[in-house]
């Protein structure tokens, strides 16, 4: 029973203060949704990010909230039959306000290289969480009319102490309901595909080189189709579901889709929902050991690709990646490979329905110049993009539009109209140098190729900026040393950039026994001041997301 008349101000003050709380929450937790959406919506990754972790990120509020809490506490204990003392309470719990306001400010006032995107479902967990909090409050309201008044009081130093917990139900809530909202979508592009029954759906994935195979298939086939493409690096299921359904229309006759894939069973997903009947493996490497666990778990992931195409369909193999000869063999579905030429006696020709041999490939700082030849053509050209490992990825390519019927010469104009992707080894002239922009790429295989691309700068002083290799597992350390003392023996100028790696990549630089200069940098904006309009090419090797700052 309350022991004093419960005035209709105070529940006005409460709902003012209970506002500003939960405005602050919201504000204080943007941080940690950021990193959320950036990490794909997986909860387990973002609650472990240890720039986030949420006992981490709150931990220095709980001494001042367990201060206030007990003064609150006290101060209504104090008001026998005072009000006097509820107002320094409610003052006090307005100065708590303003402690978590300076932390809520810096948030939104922080610039990150990838914002975080208010699309509709961090709008909907934000929905969520201010729901939950607001029921939070009520109750103390509640109880406070029904029971104790004071009690009120208490709710709000609280509510700070529990916050970690409140954005775990929320996020609960929030995950069911993105179920729902997933399946609906995937059902719907599903659908959508499986009535264009004259549409073929042309699946791409691997470790690395996906999104570059992707818009070279889709130049070579617009020379004869009507091709939709999964835009920018969209491959997972509402990506996927998302140009589907905005861009697929009855006149498109091929569908190229990317697929990515950081999980178990992820390309599975992918294929029940669009359902393949070709299917190109551009490389299998170790890229997201972190979350498959094992190569033996990427290889099987991928491979589902292939798993997944009718016998009357048809895969694509790229024979330069050892991780691929076995699954190239195990095949039995009509199948093709692209191989350099000194490897030829590594696979069964008779085998397979068509193999492009690569020879003669040399890597220019303007491009690659590349021979090949399948059974039924030689093919002699340059192209305009960079990395010899471009020429695999054309190879592919040329397999499958030779496969659907496209002629020599409409590959071969294809071929001109190649272009490169951005922050894939695209290059930029800057001053007398040049900038080449190969951030998107995080794997060692990738490391080796960009480098491969530097040493063809001649006469040009090379510098390499790089954060290391992130998601590797186990294997970070080991993977960040290699890298180190190759860029080592490329390169003049090495600029580490953040912590994450800064031992492990400075300890392969050592090892490598050359005089390379070491220089750091806290991040890629410190970094930028190296960049100087001299005659010097800067490679930007993997630019760290905001989740690893």
């Known amino acids: 029973m309350n022991t004093f008349s419960f005035h209709a101000t105070w529940v006005v003050l409460y709902g003012i203060v209970s506002c500003i709380s939960i405005i602050l929450g919201v504000i204080l937790s943007l941080r940690y949704m950021h990193v959320l959406q950036l990490e794909g919506y997986h909860f387990f990754e973002t609650y472990n990010n240890q720039k986030v972790k949420l006992y981490k990120y709150t931990k220095k509020y709980w001494v001042p909230a367990l201060f206030f809490g007990l003064l609150c506490l006290s101060l209504c204990l104090l008001s026998i039959k005072s009000s006097g003392w509820m107002i320094v309470a409610y003052v006090s719990n307005l100065l708590w306000c303003l402690l978590l306001w300076n932390d809520g400010y810096r948030e939104m006032t922080t610039r990150y290289k990838i914002p975080l995107k208010y699309t509709k479902r961090i709008k909907r967990l934000m929905g969520i969480l201010c729901s939950i909090s607001i029921v939070y409050f ?106 589907v359904l905005q861009k697929l229309n009855a006149e498109h006759q091929i569908f190229i889709a990317e697929m990515g894939a950081d999980h178990k069973g992820d390309i599975a997903t992918l294929c029940r929902q669009v359902r393949p009947s070709i ?40 024979g330069d990646c050892d991780l691929e000869l076995n699954l190239l063999h195990k095949t039995i579905i009509p199948k093709a490979v692209v191989i350099s030429e000194n490897r030829k006696h590594l696979i069964d020709e008779n085998a397979c329905d068509n193999v492009c041999y690569l020879k003669n490939v040399q890597c220019l700082s303007t491009g690659i110049e590349i021979e090949c030849y399948t059974k039924n053509h030689q093919y002699h050209f340059c192209v305009p993009i960079l990395g010899k490992h471009q020429a695999t990825n054309i190879g592919l390519c040329i397999l499958v539009a030779e496969y659907l019927g496209v002629s020599y010469s409409l ?68 993977l960040n040393c290699t890298m180190g003392n190759m860029i080592a023996k490329n390169a003049d100028t090495i600029v580490i950039v953040n912590d994450i790696n800064k031992i492990a990549i400075t300890r392969g ?39 690893y700052q």
């Open 279 to 318: 299917g190109i493996l551009t490389s299998i490497g170790k890229a997201h050991l972190k979350t498959f666990g094992s190569v033996y778990e990427i290889i099987r992931t991928k491979y589902a690709l292939i798993e997944n195409i009718p016998k009357e369909g048809y895969a694509v193999f790229n």
């Open 138 to 243: 009520v109750l103390f309201l509640v109880l406070g009319l029904q029971y104790w008044s004071r009690i009120i009081l208490v709710g709000i130093p609280l509510y700070v102490l529990l916050f970690p917990i409140i954005f775990c139900v929320a996020y609960g809530v929030h995950f069911v309901i993105e179920k729902i909202i997933f399946h609906y979508y995937y059902t719907r592009s599903q659908k959508t595909i499986q009535k264009q029954k004259a549409l073929k759906v042309i699946g791409i994935t691997g470790s690395y080189g996906k999104t570059s195979t992707k818009n070279i298939l889709d130049t070579l086939l617009k020379q004869k189709y009507n091709v939709l493409t999964t835009e920018k690096s969209y491959n997972t299921p509402m990506g996927i579901s998302k140009t």
């Open 509 to 547: 630089v050592i090892d490598a026994n050359t005089h390379i200069k070491v220089m750091y940098a806290h991040d890629f904006e410190e970094a930028k001041k190296y960049i100087k309009p001299t005659k010097s090419v800067y490679l930007l090797l993997n630019d760290l997301p905001d989740q």
């Open 411 to 478: 590959i071969v104009k294809g071929l001109q109209e190649i272009q490169s992707v951005e922050h894939r080894l695209s290059v930029k002239p800057f001053g007398e140098g040049f900038v080449l922009d190969d951030s998107f790429n995080c794997n060692i295989e990738g490391a080796k190729n960009a480098l491969e691309v530097l040493r063809t700068f001649h006469d040009y002083e090379k510098v390499v900026i790089t954060p290391g290799i992130v998601e590797a597992g186990e294997e970070s350390f080991t």
